[in-house]
């Protein structure tokens, strides 16, 4: 699936699009994924310490500052999988923390039916904000390169907005690898094509 992609100098933006035989909430992680979501699991790319600040000085470009509690969800993710703080939310999503957990790459898993309108990746201007979890917490997404649709910026490499999120009865999704063209070219479209292995492995078909 291509969407359009604003001029951003150094990004590697690459997405998934795949619609699942059943609904997610029908569809339970196999074992196989599962013993995947640890830290040193056999996997076709690696993270690195290049490839992590890579991600961070992509996201600085606009102003943005990726500290603290804003920094890049591939980062949270590590920790919590090296603290045994994360478990299964459901088979897409799995298959992105997966991906993203030894990749190093934030990525996004979006449901296609809660967009509204036409898809884009663009950076939000200043005061742009959205609720990312069911508390209504909100977050500062100004200056943030986002994938955005007709009501706005709804995903990032920080933290996914709560109204474009998968639930039990997400059959299509989205999903966008927050990709940098360094350290390596390579990197991004490599796991953006295990992605999509892994998706197909579930029984999902690629949109072309």
């Given at each position: 699936?291509?969407i ?7 990004l ?34 690696a993270?690195?310490e ?6 961070r000085?992509?996201l ?18 590590i ?15 799995d ?8 990749s ?17 990746v ?13 508390s ?5 997404v100004g ?12 995903a990032?490499?920080v ?26 070219t390579?990197h991004a ?7 999509g292995?892994v998706?197909?492995?579930?029984a999902?078909?690629?949109a072309?």
């Amino acid at each position: 699936m291509k969407i359009e992609i604003v001029p951003y100098p150094g990004l590697a933006v690459h997405t998934v699009a795949a619609t699942f035989t059943q609904a997610l909430g029908a569809l339970p992680t196999p074992a196989w994924l599962l013993l995947l979501l640890r830290i040193g699991a056999p996997a076709p790319v690696a993270t690195s310490e290049g490839v992590r600040a890579a991600v961070r000085d992509l996201l600085r470009l606009h102003g943005y500052r990726p500290t603290g509690r804003g920094k890049p969800s591939a980062e949270y993710l590590i920790a919590a999988v090296g603290e045994g703080k994360l478990g299964s939310i459901n088979a897409a999503v799995d298959a992105g923390n997966v991906v993203s957990l030894h990749s190093g790459l934030p990525i996004s898993v979006v449901d296609l039916d809660r967009c509204r309108g036409a898809v884009r990746v663009a950076v939000p201007p200043a005061g742009s904000s959205y609720v990312f979890n069911r508390s209504g917490q909100t977050i500062d997404v100004g200056g943030l390169v986002s994938l955005c649709d007709d009501e706005g910026p709804c995903a990032n490499a920080v933290k996914d907005a709560q109204r474009t999120k998968t639930s039990p009865e997400t059959t299509r999704v989205l999903a966008i690898v927050w990709g940098a063209c360094a350290p390596d070219t390579r990197h991004a479209p490599a796991t953006a094509a295990w992605l999509g292995e892994v998706f197909t492995r579930l029984a999902a078909q690629l949109a072309i």
